[in-house]
């Protein structure tokens, strides 16, 4: 199997999405390898050699996606025995032009702390864990956002990633069978219906996912979660809460697709 | 202010990277817009609208970041009145002549579900939970990593990051003025010291942290902090504790750095 490397002298997290986005293209498999932090002209020469080493052995060249502030650091894996593909310089050439403005290369810019949004992350991830699954209900005015749904379809990595990607205070509350029963929202959501958004998923996957909490219960029986779908998706109909399925969707998706329903604002840029 | 718009069929979280990663090169302030889930060539003629309205109130031409996986709706944007960088492109014609394989489009590929890896970002978020602050210390032989630090050190937010961006099962673990006492490592850790890694902070930054939670405090106040931050660093060099200062990085290059130096496997791809 091929090699592709991801390499920079920061997180290396912008080649990785870069290097990823363009081989999923390609119906081929690749041995991925990420090299993250290679500030010094002595670490580009020895990812050099690995890069060298892993042709030879491979009898072809790896791929080698690269975000260099320093140029005379990529220069040094340019060298290499190696394709290698090189978006910033790519681009940013481009830019200039446009704006004619010349850049100005300031390393661990892209993913290291903005001073505007990082306290926000913080203070979002506290919020959504001190908020998490019904935990604390006197917060709520607070919420910028509060996702409901019936237990395992997908609320707490949901809030969390909301938090820590985007800076929201994301809450979470659990819908019971007994709310379900009454068929009224929890008297601690009423006042804050305009904040909540529905999560809902397929029985069967739920089920599957409840087996492996607690085999063999009421609570994780196919009958279970389909009556329990069933009735929170009619729940979410009556208050006229906005919802999505969750089933076949990342985290990613679900929080992207949740940030544009709602118009939510994203505090990380 | 000039606009950049970040655009695409799927989530747009890699056109937000790419644009964002290039244009962070540049001293300029834009007007940053997302949006994802441009899934129809009506929704793409109504974004196109959009950017139109933009660039006659501005004055100047959007920069527009897109990547599309439907050739059409890619089109309709790349008509509109921006400037177009379109990254998938550009590499994908380059890739295709280095691999002789011509790439298979399929809308949702990048940040979607892998099924390989999205049940371990699952488990692994809610392993971070049950395991966050020393909650549960029974559960260490499971840990991929055991983070270890005195309270406010960043502990929780990387372990979330972690596992919801890597699939990484890590734990974390309070270092309290008791254990810096002894000198000793906290007893449920000494089986497991292979798998701690320290973070440690700067007193002034932690004192402002921890005064945010309780002013005013001695828990808070500047000369407990730097006794505190003095002795964890001594404990980490008595045992031979790998350990990183958090104090000017974001949870991104934390996890970065921890993931390199320890040789973690990264399950999300």
């Known amino acids: 199997m091929r090699t592709a490397f991801y390499i920079s002298d920061g997180t290396a997290i912008t080649s990785e999405v870069f290097g990823h986005a363009t081989l999923s293209l390609f119906p081929v498999e690749f041995n991925h ?113 509060i996702l409901v749904g019936v237990s395992r379809s997908g609320k707490t990595p949901t809030s969390l990633y909301l938090a820590l990607q985007y800076g929201i205070k994301a809450a979470n509350y659990p819908i019971t069978e007994e709310d379900l029963e009454t068929g009224k929202l929890p008297a601690c959501l009423v006042a804050y219906k305009q904040k909540l958004f529905g999560l809902t998923i397929d029985p069967v996957r739920l089920a599957d996912i409840r087996q ?10 196919l009958k ?9 998706e009619m729940l979410y109909k009556k208050h006229k809460i906005s919802y999505l399925n969750s089933t076949n969707h990342s985290v990613e998706e679900i929080s992207a697709k949740i940030i544009s329903d709602t118009n939510l604002e994203r505090r990380k840029y």
Not at 46 to 57: P, Y
Not at 212 to 221: D, G, L
Not at 224 to 232: A, F, L, N, P, T
Request: with cysteine; proline share 3%; hydrophobic share 35%.
């Open 33 to 145: 390898k990420t090299i993250p932090f290679v500030e010094t002209e002595e670490k580009a020469n020895e990812v050099k050699a690995l890069i060298n080493a892993t042709a030879q052995r491979e009898g072809e060249k790896p791929l080698v996606f690269f975000t260099f502030v320093n140029h005379n650091l990529s220069e040094i894996i340019r060298s290499s025995s190696a394709i290698t593909y090189d978006f910033l310089t790519t681009f940013s050439d481009k830019i200039e032009q446009e704006l004619k403005v010349a850049p100005v290369p300031k390393i661990h810019r892209t993913h290291s702390m903005h001073e505007k949004s990082y306290d926000f992350r913080i203070d979002a991830v506290n919020y959504a864990l001190t908020n998490d699954d019904g935990a604390n209900i006197n917060n709520y005015a607070e919420a910028d956002i």
């Open 212 to 221: 492996r909490r607690m085999a063999n219960s009421k609570y994780a029986s």
């Open 224 to 232: 279970q979660c389909r009556i329990e779908v069933r009735e929170v």
